[in-house]
Each structure stands twice: as C-alpha cells, then as structure tokens.
C-alpha cells in the first residue's frame, strides 16, 4: 500500500440545508440519520478509515448539535454505566473518541469554495482531504483512501469523479482532460454546473477531493461565481493552471443524502444490509407496493 501522508480532513457542513426544509430549519442536515447513524458520522468514519487523525469540521450557526455528537456525552454515559447498558455504552463513548475534530465557524454562507479557505490556518502547509458532509459513498476501499493513494503515487491533487448521464451533468462540477489510464485523467479544464452542451466531459465530482495547500492561494484569487458563491471548482480551474491535477473514478456507490430522493435510496440500501433490520424492511415495502399496486 502506499505511503500514507494525508492526515488532516476538511468537512464543510456550514450550508443551510434547503433542500431538506422544514427538517433542516433548527437541526442541522447532517445530523438526520441514515436509519440510526447521523449522515456527518458516515462521512467521519470513512475519513478515519483512510487514515485521517485530525478532522476540521466547518460549521455555522445552529450547528452546534453536530460537536456535541463528537463529544463525550456524560449525563448519557453515567445513566448507561448505571444501568449496566454495555453495548450502549460502547457506541456512545466510541463515537466521542473517532477522531480529533477542530471546528471552525464560516460565518457566511458564501459558497463552498469560501468554507475551504476557512480552513487554511488550521490546515497549513500541508495536503488535505476534502468530504463533503451531505455525500456518501459507500465502497469496499473508503473514498478517501483511494484518493490518499493516487495522491501519494502520482504526488499531485485528485479529485474524485463518477460517470453521470447527459442530462445530470448540470448538477456537477464537470472536468475535462487528457486521459492517462483507464480511470484517471490529467484535468485540464472544470466547469461548475455546465449546461449538456458545454460540458467537457460526463465525469462528475460528486464531493470527495485530496488537495495540495496551493489551493487556499487559488481559492483567494476566486471571484464569486455560480449563484453569486465561491465555488471550489473556479479554484481548482486555477490550481489545474499552476500544478497536476488528476480526477480518479472511484469505486463505490455514491448516494446524495442532501437530497429527499437520494436520502431515501441510501436509507433503504443500508437498512437491507443491516441484519437485524432487513428482513422486516422487506415486510414493510412488499406491504406498501402492494397496497400501492
Ligand atoms: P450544498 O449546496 O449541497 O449544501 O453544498 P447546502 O447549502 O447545505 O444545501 P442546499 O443546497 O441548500 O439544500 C455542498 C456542501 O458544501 C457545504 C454544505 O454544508 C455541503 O456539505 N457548504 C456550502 C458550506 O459549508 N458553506 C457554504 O457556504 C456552502
């Protein structure tokens, strides 16, 4: 395996949520559970499974439920000791001990591009690894560590990428390039959102990225682009001028959770592999499509 040198993670969750409203109005989007694990703590272990020590989550206000999901919980504990609750114990106390998270406010919505940059004092001189905190991705090799991988071969920034079809590459950030390999790409160009015939390309970057620090230097030279923010991927079109960058078709299955549709698909898909749940999972669609018909 490669050498791993990729320690510390960026995972932004200061956006509002508003595509998941009314449940997002005082709760943060990445605390509603995927069957019972909260969406951020999905994307924390797979940080952590690639070997990440030092998580910076960037926040907002009314995020503060997500901290304390990463805390000890003591009053909870205590009771759970009392009542000899091991196995409850464990979970709770194992969640508070995942991983070092630094949280840092991004005290305006002004794009994902800007909730980046808020990272940069923490992060330093060193690369980073960016998860999305609305993003699954659900695969034998956690996401990050593949990316960790190319980037500790090749010693240039990757970003992660997924083949969509035509008609959905208006909701990407699209890149485009000289193909090296089966699945990996020297990218030359990316466009944010592009309309079907501008695109470069159908490789999508759905949330997942493994940056050099030269990108905080890019991200200060980006000018609010589409709907107004700064958006990563203008910043990634100058890193791609100064340095390699590569996109890797990752392996795994990516569900949106940010969205009704893609929550409810990664919703059903873990609860059918989850052995104490699946079999009365199956009872209740088999009961719904038949009343349906
Ligand atoms: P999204 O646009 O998908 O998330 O941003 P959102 O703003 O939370 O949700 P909607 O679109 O209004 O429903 C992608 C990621 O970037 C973060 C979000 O938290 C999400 O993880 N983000 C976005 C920030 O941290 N700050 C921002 O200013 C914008």
Known sequence: MSKQIVRKAVIPAAGLGTRFLPATKAIPKEMIPIVDVPMIQHIVEEAVRSGIT????????????????????????????????????????????????????????????????????????????????DDLIDS??????????????????????????????????????????????????LVEKPAMADAPSRYAIPGRYVLSPSIFECLRNTKPGKGGEIQLTDALQLLAEREKLLAFQFEGTRYDTGDRLGFIDATLAFALRRPDLAAGVREIMKRHLEIRG
């Open 140 to 189: 034998k090799v956690p996401c990050t560590q593949q990316l960790c991988e190319i980037y500790a071969r090749e010693n240039a920034s990757v970003v992660g990428v997924m083949e969509v079809p035509a008609a959905e590459v208006s909701k990407y950030g699209i890149v485009g390039g000289d193909m090296l390999r089966a699945g990996l790409m020297h990218v030359k160009r």
């Open 54 to 133: 030092d998580i910076v989550l960037i926040t907002a206000r009314n995020k503060e439920a997500i901290e304390n999901h990463f805390d000890f919980s003591y009053e909870l504990e205590d009771t759970l000791e009392k009542k000899e609750k091991k196995d409850l114990l464990e979970i709770s106390r194992s969640i508070g001990k995942m991983c070092n998270l630094i949280s840092v406010r991004q005290k305006m919505p002004l794009g994902l591009g800007h909730a980046v940059l808020c990272a940069a004092p923490v992060i330093g001189n060193e690369p980073f690894a960016v998860l999305l905190g």
